[in-house]
Antibody, heavy 119, light 107 residues
Framework: EVQLVQSGAEVKKPGESLKISCKGS????????IGWVRQMPGKGLEWMGI????????RYSPSFQGQVTISADKSISTAYLQWSSLKASDTAMYYC????????????WGQGTLVTVSS | AIRMTQSPSSFSASTGDRVTITCRAS??????LAWYQQKPGKAPKLLIY???TLQSGVPSRFSGSGSGTDFTLTISCLQSEDFATYYC?????????FGQGTKLEIK
């Protein structure tokens, strides 16, 4: 069974750093892209970026380029999303999801990680 | 960047109804269009990709059509579990933008 399990909810202060994780299982982790999607409170979905764990090829949406870093450690089948300096506007639910092999759409999703940034 | 506009933003329907949600792209995207369903507190679920290809395991009452700039998601006979928010997503351009969502509520 394909599963993506994300790390737990985080509460941080503005200016702090953060790295959240997404562990894949039940499939060949290095053979499928992993994407990250943001959902701000009460709002819609926003594509942030995507990584191919096999070679760490990473693509960012222009809106998120330079704002976050996406990485992966294929030895432990885990993808990451990190911030160097959080802002209150980073408060959101963050989902990781696996890319379907035949199209740039997301077929299996993690349960989401809620990040709250507040002073 | 390609903008995706869904209509309506929300509406009410009854179980058994046939409903259609529309998604319009700001420029042509061929058939590079997907639909997702999201229930409160849950991750989105892929329903349809390539405008009309049903994802494995998705009930056949869901169907998609369109190409170019205009697309529709149709639910042929609404079930109670279908009340949710629906999003379209283009994957023609690397920005992979989503529509703003259509919330389907029980009448």
């Amino acid at each position: 069974e394909v599963q993506l399990v994300q790390s737990g909810a985080e509460v941080k202060k503005p200016g702090e750093s953060l790295k959240i994780s997404c562990k894949g299982s039940g499939y060949s982790f290095t053979s499928y892209w992993i994407g990250w999607v943001r959902q701000m409170p009460g709002k819609g979905l926003e594509w942030m970026g995507i990584i191919y764990p096999g070679d760490s090829d990473t693509r960012y949406s222009p809106s998120f380029q330079g704002q976050v870093t996406i990485s992966a450690d294929k030895s432990i089948s885990t993808a990451y999303l990190q911030w160097s300096s959080l802002k209150a506007s980073d408060t959101a639910m963050y989902y990781c999801a696996r890319r379907l092999d035949t199209a740039m759409v997301l077929d299996y999703w993690g349960q989401g990680t809620l990040v709250t940034v507040s002073s | 960047a390609i903008r995706m506009t869904q209509s309506p933003s929300s509406f009410s329907a009854s179980t058994g109804d046939r409903v259609t949600i529309t998604c319009r792209a700001s420029q042509g995207i061929s058939s590079y269009l997907a639909w997702y369903q999201q229930k409160p507190g849950k991750a989105p679920k892929l329903l349809i990709y390539a405008a009309s290809t049903l994802q494995s395991g998705v009930p056949s009452r869901f169907s998609g059509s369109g190409s170019g700039t205009d697309f529709t998601l149709t639910i042929s006979c609404l079930q109670s579990e279908d009340f949710a928010t629906y999003y379209c997503q283009q994957y023609y351009s690397y920005t992979y933008t989503f529509g703003q969502g259509t919330k389907l509520e029980i009448k």
